[in-house]
């Protein structure tokens, strides 16, 4: 495969008037040929020729000196490109994850990939995890390439495991938190505080300004249902933004998450409040069947993605620390503590696989801390019984 040097596509004619497409190449000084009924697969092994060729020069080319990442991205695309069938948009997707990263990477010089590079990446890069897994994989696949390449690399960035949650997701609200961020979904409608715009065109900046406050007000609604389902019994935004409205049985209030719907693939199912269950039964409405229980301002249905989005535009409203994820910390410990410590009920709520993984999602708040404060001060019977002085002493055993 290496000495390949460059290929041509030839149309042949044949005697029923249909044409085959012939791709020729020279390889280890021998012609070779392959032929093809349809011209798009033809030019994919063509490329797929020249790839190889342009590929092995980059090689040669970094033998001499260290080569730019950004110069290495189009073969490796073109390589993957030449692998997939026609039409995949897999190669355009590796393109823009790859560029994407190494741009919060802060990265140039193929030398620069270390696991402080992976660690900047996990820190810009967000709160869905799958998402960030995929794009560790597929960096890591591209510099197993390099390294078959012969190109310069960091070995140790191969060994890079990346983290389940970053510092900013392990953040646990209190109540007063909890109540900022649910009163940045109950704010009036802005548009009401502004002009009018009587007697401008269409596009003057006040109906603009309308129309965007109008929105925002619309999309904050839309977004309260699912934030308070969240907040209180801790769903996954992909497992809420999946829920339809069969997974809802308003008379015996008891939510249901299906395995294909949630994360492990265990389904479960609890029953839940009067308040959440006149929220959800409000966010069916008159809606059977399939369709999602929760629909976005447009009447669309949410997207994990974009549910995520709206929940973390509010937090930075309400001036909170963390991520959207954090709302599944605040419901575990609030869990926790309603059920007074008991793991496996908290454990078929949340849907966690083992009671090592719901540990890690249970924090002590500020409140919570001066809760056992106030239960010391309003207990009737202390624990070491009356201490006034004289009693105590007496109560103590004597020493001889």
């Not at 349809?38 to 342009?54: D, H, L, N, T």
């Not at 960035?157 to 961020?181: F, K, M, P, T």
Request: net charge positive.
């Amino acid at each position: 495969m290496s000495g390949r040097i460059g290929a041509h596509i030839a149309r042949r004619r044949l005697d029923d008037g249909t044409s085959h497409w012939q791709v020729r190449w020279r390889e280890k000084g021998n012609q070779m040929a392959r032929t093809f009924q349809k011209r798009p697969e033809a030019e994919m092994f063509a490329r797929k020729v020249g790839v190889i060729k342009s590929a092995h020069s980059v090689v040669a080319a970094s033998l001499l000196q260290p080569g730019k990442l950004a110069d290495l991205i189009p073969q490796y695309v073109d390589l993957v490109r030449a692998k997939n069938k026609p039409g995949s948009a897999h190669a355009e997707q590796l393109d823009r994850v790859l560029r994407l990263s190494f741009r919060r990477m802060d990265v140039t010089w193929t030398s620069e990939i270390d696991t402080c590079a992976f660690d900047r990446l996990v820190t810009a890069h967000g709160d869905h995890r799958s998402t960030l897994k995929k794009a560790i994989c597929l960096i890591k696949t591209f510099l197993r390439w390099v390294r078959r390449s012969r190109m310069l690399i960091d070995e140790w960035a191969l060994d890079y495991q990346s983290v389940r949650h970053i510092s900013e997701e392990r953040i646990s609200w209190n109540e007063d938190q909890v109540a900022r961020l649910l009163a940045e979904c109950d704010k009036p409608n802005a548009a009401d505080n502004l002009p009018l715009a009587v007697g401008t065109g269409r596009g003057s900046p006040e109906i603009m300004a309308r129309m965007v406050a109008t929105r925002d007000h619309r999309a904050r609604q839309a977004v309260r249902p699912v934030l308070w389902l969240m907040l209180r019994y801790g769903p996954r935004p992909m497992e809420a933004a999946k829920l339809t409205v069969a997974n809802w049985d308003p008379s015996s209030k008891v939510l249901s998450f299906p395995g294909k719907i949630t994360k492990n693939g265990h389904p479960r199912a609890y029953a839940v409040d009067d308040e959440t269950a006149a929220m959800l039964t409000a966010a069916a409405g008159l809606r059977l069947g399939k369709d999602p229980l929760f629909l976005a301002y447009k009447g669309a249905a949410w997207t994990s993605h974009h549910l995520t989005d709206m929940v973390n535009d509010l937090i930075q409203r309400a001036r909170l620390p963390g991520t959207a994820y954090c709302c599944r910390h605040t419901a575990c410990s609030r869990l926790i503590f309603l059920a007074k410590g008991d793991l496996p009920l908290v454990q078929s709520i949340t849907g966690h696989r083992t009671l090592s993984e719901l540990q890690r999602y249970l924090h002590a708040t500020s409140d919570r801390r001066g809760m056992i404060a106030e239960a010391y001060n309003t207990a009737e019977l202390h624990p070491f019984g009356d201490v006034s002085r004289g009693r105590l002493a007496r109560t103590l055993p004597c020493s001889r």
